[in-house]
């Protein structure tokens, strides 16, 4: 499983969707070269592992050109830049992007979040 690279993260939001759980993590130590602001984990119900990742990563001044912060998706086969945006330094913006993201990769449709927490 293609995942991105920290060791610590702080809970920040928990959602619902469909058969899934959403956990919204901030305030990351990354052990690779990126910068996260954001991180959307989706887990299935009954597993452990996470299907899939969203993050929101902080780029340098160099690689800003339409926005301060890259919309990236992990799944087990690829890593794909999806966007950049100022939004995704927002948790709301980041999240509800990220979740309708993560909706369509998984094949859920219209599947709407509840947010939990």
Known sequence: MNRPGFTTAIPKRR???????AVLLGDLEATDSREYAFVLALVKDGETQPQLYVTAER????????????MRLFTASSISDL???DDWGDADRFAETALRVAASVLGLGDAVAMRLT
């Open 59 to 70: 780029l340098r001044r160099s690689e800003a050109n339409q926005g301060r912060y890259r």
């Open 83 to 85: 966007d950049d945006s």
């Open 15 to 21: 959602y619902s969707i469909e058969s899934f759980i």
